[in-house]
């Protein structure tokens, strides 16, 4: 039996029946709205910058990232939309009427008919004018962040250093991005989460110094050097001349000749072993084990030729514990292993002094002027501004304690050299991130860094006792050295044992590291 009580709970429940079924839709409320516009925004610049990326001609895929704030933005806008409903839905539920039609109109459809549609539409085209704005200014940030100003000097001013040497460097007109990043969205993303790694060091000055080589996680050499070159091209003999400046009181330059086999592609007619670019041949594999991350203490070399014979030689003066063998990594032998600064070399003062003096800047009538310079340079100076200082006054009282009477009447003349060296200095060693040739060791050659001889010595042997080829050679025939020049085609091949110009000691009679003495600093001097 029902009674008045009941009977007014009925009502109630039909009134809030009725007053849920005559709110507006839950999406019509400010938040919502609001994330409706966003998303319509977003959508059409993703629209537009989609467009745009389809005609465009550049295969860097880097452009794909314009779209990425129009993205997010729209998943904010999507994000406020739900956001929005269920808070309407909440606010219906308590009886509550939408604030945004109590503000601006009270049936939607009047809002879109009237004024309303031009407000609608004016938003629209403001933000999707702003968008559009945005995109373009990342893609306008995205591209100065793959200019080498912003590598060398905005984000990365730590890679002074790499910077300098880069411009006098071979690959100095191609962009850092196309070697140190690449064309793909994988090399792009690793190489800024690297950035930020890079970042946090430099912002709590715990940056490595010298900017550790080789790079944690580089692209390989087929990736990052045969996008241009190519490994089986046959370059057969390459002609080189190095004109040498001695560092006592006779002036006159020694001059060498030598055909370098370098070799390459597949033929087997060039020299037995096909010359240096053997170790890059298709059809053989080159593996080693090395000790230290920049590859200068090679321990172990696997080499595995064509038909599947595998052949290993190992140092025997210090072979690897079993340890060493399950810790360390055995690597296939690239490009960079040999070319290890092709775009960053750090030159040593005594290439630095020498190529100075060829090209005239540096006086080579003035006795032991190469040796004045190299010692200026190589100072261990803790600081450029000291090296500045330093390298005019430390040349000047070489000659005071060596020479005194060459300055006698002309105590300026050491002023221009002094100015040269101080430029070569500010090119080539940078003591502020410990960064020189010390550090960063060129491996193409062998004389002022282990390089070639790393692998080919007289201690790293295979099973039999039989080392790995030390023949001069080999990879090179020196066919003059001075006024001595070779004569005959039968001498070609071989070419002229190389006569130390100092002791006038022939290197084919004795193998003997150049390391032993050479190390492009001043070291030499002191033998």
Same mark, same amino acid.
């Given at each position: 039996?029902?009674?008045?009580?009941?009977?007014?709970?009925?009502?109630?429940?039909?009134?809030?029946?009725?007053?849920?079924?005559?709110?507006? &839709?839950?999406?019509?409320?400010?938040?919502?709205?609001?994330?409706?516009?966003?998303?319509?925004?977003?959508?059409?610049?993703?629209? #537009? #910058?989609?467009?745009?990326?389809?005609? &465009?001609?550049?295969?860097?895929?880097?452009?794909?990232?314009?779209?990425?704030?129009?993205? %997010?933005?729209?998943? #904010?806008?999507?994000?406020?939309?739900?956001?929005?409903?269920?808070?309407?839905?909440?606010?219906?539920?308590?009886?509550?009427?939408?604030?945004?039609?109590?503000?601006?109109?009270? @049936?939607?459809?009047?809002?879109?008919?009237?004024?309303?549609?031009?407000?609608?539409?004016?938003?629209?085209? %403001?933000?999707?004018?702003?968008?559009?704005?945005?995109?373009?200014?990342?893609?306008?940030? !995205?591209?100065?962040?793959?200019?080498?100003?912003?590598?060398?000097?905005?984000?990365?001013?730590?890679?002074?250093?790499?910077?300098?040497?880069?411009?006098?460097?071979?690959?100095?007109?191609?962009?850092?991005?196309? /070697? &140190?990043?690449?064309?793909?969205?994988?090399?792009?993303?690793?190489?800024?989460?690297?950035?930020?790694?890079?970042?946090? +060091?430099?912002?709590?000055?715990?940056?490595?110094?010298?900017?550790?080589?080789?790079?944690?996680?580089?692209?390989?050499?087929?990736?990052?050097?045969?996008?241009?070159?190519?490994?089986?091209?046959?370059?057969?003999?390459?002609?080189?001349?190095?004109?040498?400046? $001695?560092?006592?009181?006779?002036?006159?330059?020694?001059?060498?000749?030598?055909?370098?086999?370098?070799?390459?592609?597949?033929?087997?007619?060039?020299?037995?072993?096909?010359?240096?670019?053997?170790?890059?041949?298709?059809?053989?594999?080159?593996?080693?084990?090395?000790?230290?991350?920049?590859?200068?203490?090679?321990?172990?070399?696997?080499?595995?030729?064509? @038909?599947?014979?595998?052949?290993?030689?190992?140092?025997?003066?210090?072979?690897?514990? @079993?340890?060493?063998?399950?810790?360390?990594?055995?690597?296939?032998?690239?490009?960079?292993?040999?070319?290890?600064?092709?775009?960053?070399?750090?030159?040593?003062?005594?290439?630095?002094?020498?190529?100075?003096?060829? +090209?005239?800047?540096?006086?080579?009538?003035?006795?032991?002027?190469?040796?004045?310079?190299?010692?200026?340079?190589?100072? +261990?100076?803790?600081?450029?501004?000291?090296? %500045?200082?330093?390298?005019?006054?430390?040349?000047?009282?070489?000659?005071?304690?060596?020479?005194?009477?060459?300055?006698?009447?002309?105590?300026?003349?050491?002023? $221009? !050299?002094?100015?040269?060296?101080?430029? !070569?200095?500010?090119?080539? !060693? #940078?003591?502020?991130?410990?960064?020189?040739?010390?550090?960063?060791?060129?491996?193409?050659?062998?004389?002022?860094?282990?390089? /070639?001889?790393? /692998?080919?010595?007289?201690?790293?042997?295979?099973?039999?006792?039989?080392?790995?080829?030390?023949?001069?050679?080999?990879?090179?025939?020196?066919?003059?050295?001075?006024?001595?020049?070779?004569?005959?085609? +039968?001498?070609?091949?071989?070419?002229?044992?190389?006569?130390? $110009?100092?002791?006038?000691?022939?290197?084919? @009679?004795?193998?003997?590291?150049?390391?032993?003495?050479?190390?492009?600093?001043?070291?030499?001097?002191?033998?």
């Amino acid at each position: 039996m029902s009674g008045p009580q009941d009977e007014d709970e009925n009502e109630t429940e039909d009134e809030t029946e009725t007053d849920w079924a005559d709110l507006p &839709h839950p999406i019509f409320n400010w938040l919502s709205i609001t994330g409706i516009a966003l998303l319509s925004c977003s959508l059409a610049a993703v629209v #537009f #910058f989609l467009l745009i990326g389809l005609a &465009h001609t550049d295969e860097s895929s880097y452009a794909f990232l314009t779209i990425v704030p129009p993205i %997010l933005l729209g998943v #904010f806008g999507a994000l406020m939309i739900i956001a929005g409903f269920v808070r309407e839905r909440w606010r219906h539920k308590r009886r509550r009427h939408s604030s945004f039609l109590e503000r601006i109109v009270v @049936d939607p459809l009047d809002f879109v008919r009237g004024t309303g549609s031009i407000v609608i539409v004016s938003t629209l085209a %403001l933000g999707t004018m702003a968008l559009l704005g945005a995109g373009a200014g990342s893609l306008a940030a !995205i591209e100065y962040t793959e200019s080498n100003d912003f590598c060398g000097n905005v984000c990365h001013a730590v890679m002074n250093p790499e910077a300098s040497t880069y411009q006098q460097s071979p690959h100095a007109r191609i962009k850092c991005v196309e /070697c &140190h990043v690449g064309s793909t969205t994988e090399g792009y993303i690793r190489a800024k989460i690297g950035g930020l790694r890079q970042l946090w +060091a430099v912002t709590t000055g715990e940056i490595s110094r010298p900017i550790p080589t080789p790079i944690r996680g580089r692209r390989p050499s087929r990736e990052m050097c045969e996008t241009c070159h190519t490994s089986d091209r046959m370059i057969g003999y390459k002609a080189l001349e190095r004109t040498y400046y $001695p560092s006592g009181k006779e002036t006159d330059p020694v001059t060498l000749r030598m055909i370098v086999k370098v070799g390459g592609g597949g033929s087997d007619d060039l020299i037995p072993g096909e010359g240096i670019h053997y170790h890059m041949l298709a059809e053989r594999k080159v593996e080693y084990i090395a000790r230290d991350p920049q590859s200068q203490d090679i321990a172990l070399i696997r080499v595995t030729s064509a @038909d599947g014979e595998v052949k290993e030689f190992s140092n025997q003066d210090k072979p690897l514990t @079993d340890d060493e063998r399950k810790s360390l990594e055995m690597h296939k032998i690239e490009c960079v292993d040999c070319h290890s600064r092709p775009a960053h070399r750090f030159a040593n003062p005594a290439t630095s002094v020498n190529a100075a003096i060829a +090209a005239g800047k540096i006086p080579s009538t003035l006795p032991r002027i190469k040796e004045a310079s190299v010692r200026a340079l190589d100072g +261990a100076y803790s600081t450029t501004e000291q090296a %500045l200082a330093e390298i005019g006054p430390r040349l000047k009282s070489f000659y005071e304690e060596q020479d005194p009477e060459l300055l006698d009447g002309n105590p300026q003349q050491l002023e $221009p !050299i002094a100015s040269v060296l101080q430029e !070569i200095y500010q090119r080539t !060693i #940078f003591p502020e991130m410990k960064a020189d040739w010390r550090a960063h060791p060129d491996n193409i050659g062998h004389r002022d860094s282990p390089g /070639c001889f790393r /692998c080919h010595n007289d201690v790293m042997v295979d099973a039999e006792g039989t080392p790995i080829f030390t023949d001069c050679s080999r990879c090179h025939a020196i066919i003059a050295q001075g006024n001595k020049v070779i004569q005959t085609t +039968a001498e070609f091949e071989k070419g002229r044992s190389f006569i130390h $110009p100092k002791n006038s000691k022939s290197f084919n @009679d004795e193998f003997t590291l150049c390391t032993d003495c050479h190390t492009g600093g001043a070291e030499v001097y002191d033998e």
